[in-house]
């Protein structure tokens, strides 16, 4: 199987957000990055999969020069190969831009599965996969928890509000990842060792040939609304602060 | 030139869904205010007799694509009868659901009609004669404005967030073809397996009580799924529990797992990791029982109650059912 997997990275989840005194962004000096966690579940994913079928697992990354790390973790984890687009025209790359770059890329390979998040924990836009599915022109199955390979289709598990899905999809497809697919493995440190040899190409925007105009422009990046500071409810007996709490939910906040 | 403001109603086993309330009213704001119409795009089997209850929230003009290939929900069909329906009419404004099945299409259509989509907004407003969206980055630690050049400009609404207002109008009802072959169809649902508790999801409920680590246990449950029966809510989970394997995983609230914005969410021996907050803060009130006082939580608690949640939870459940007698 040509299995890919597509992973982007972001700041750490623990990361203090700042936004920039102008509004055109955020202060990435203090961030620590890492894989997204949704693409680990991808990467891992893909690494079964090939485990269980033979094959073969591409990694690709559309980022600045540090997202090399991020492809460098998933061929330590165990994938064969890796694509980099690294251009600075794509800094500002909305999820349609995004979807292009790897299309581009995928286009010239065989593939049969493609892993994604089921969003990237930065934009959380959610979109890059389908997106992608509809560049391919090939079927998407977005938030899935379970994959079932079975020759030229595959089974997935998708919830929904109130239900679980099961569909089949004829393959080549986009499935994005949802936490409870697997539990993605550490990369060990013969894994890590072994990376530093794997294969890398590195491309650019001209060399894919797309248009690098965002389609969504993020015009300004502003702070969350505060939230007015809360009320401590005090006191010695449980009860009696039950019994204020209930109160407040009912006379003042009306939401009970 | 591009024109009227548009939504996709979402629909399921015969009803509308709430969220197709919250786009149509939230539709009907903007449009007033360009001076459009309101058009709703109506997908399904056997559907056409729920257009008229759109009219009730200002939809102007209801475009019924009516086929068996359109039921249940694939990606492939709906974005397909979309595509179509708006290329024939070329609207300006294109406004989801951001729910699974919304996001999905969402996404899908921004692919297929070129455009820009902003995701899970929880503001939309008319700027300069355009769409100005905004939506949460960052799992909520800032916000994004977004603008985008063409059209149709694509946002998903987050469920609960935008208010239903009723605007009745008798919306115009017109059916078109969806032309969608079923057996063209890559992808086919091949089971639904309902979830059987008859709650609502979480990402729908009003009022959630979330309980996490300091719950000790599976059984400490009890008491918050009392509790939430009493407000008619749904229990939610930190990740914690739901890695203990103490809640099932469609429980959990946060970064990496959902997003809620329910009138009320009560927060029960959980910390308030940040990544629990990216899931809860846009919840309208918030109130936290935790025994540290010290704990991030109460940052972002309207009420807090610094004391032990086996003995809080109860008296508060009998305090509730007391008032709502
Ligand atoms: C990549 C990543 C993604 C993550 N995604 C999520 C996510 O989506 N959702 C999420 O929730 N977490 C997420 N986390 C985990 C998060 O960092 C925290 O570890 C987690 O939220 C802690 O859960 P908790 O508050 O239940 O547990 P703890 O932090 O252990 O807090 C337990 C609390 O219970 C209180 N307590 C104990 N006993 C009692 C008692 N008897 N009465 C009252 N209070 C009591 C304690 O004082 C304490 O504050 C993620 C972490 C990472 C790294
Ligand atoms: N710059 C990128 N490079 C590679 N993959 C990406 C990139 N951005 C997004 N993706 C993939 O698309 C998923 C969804 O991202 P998004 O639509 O940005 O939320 C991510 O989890 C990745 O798998």
Redesign the interface.
Known sequence: MNIIACVKQV?D?????K?KADGSG?EEGQIKWVMN??DEFGVEEALRLKEKNGGDVTIISVGPARAMETIRTALAMGADKGVHVCDPVLDKA???VT?AALAAVIKGMPYDIIFCGQ?A???????V???????LD??????I?KVEYAGSTI?AI?????????????LP?VVTAQ??LNEPRYASLPGIMKAKKKPVDVKNAAALGIAV?????????????A??A????CGDD??Q???E??????EE?K?? | MAKGVWIVAEQRDGALRKISFELASTARKLADQTGDEVSAILLGSGIESLAAQLGKYGVDKVYVGDSPALEPYVTEAHAAAVAKIVKENDPAILLLGASVQGKDLAARLAGKLATGLATDCTDVKIADGKLLAVRPMYAGKCFGEIVTGSNPQIASLRPNVFPVAENAKAAQVVKFDPAVDAAQLKSKVLEVQKDTSGKVDLTEANVIVSGGRGMKGPEGYAILEELADTLHGCVGASRAAVDAGWRPQKDQVGQTGKVVSPNLYIACGISGAIQHLAGMSSSKYIVAINKDAEAPIFAKADYGVVDDLFKVVPELNSACKKLLA
């Open positions: 700041p989840t623990e990361a203090q957000i936004v955020i966690p949704y909305d999820a349609y979807a969003r924990i930065d934009d959380d836009s959610g979109q996969g389908a997106i992608l599915a509809e560049m090939i079927p998407q199955l977005t938030i928890t089974k998708k919830p929904i509000e109130g239900a679980q899905l099961l569909i089949e999809t004829a497809c936490k409870g105009e965002a389609k969504a422009k993020v015009v300004k990046t502003i702070p969350p609304p939230r007015a809360g009320k401590i409810i449980p009860a602060k039950a019994v709490v209930a109160r407040l939910l009912r906040a939401v009970i």
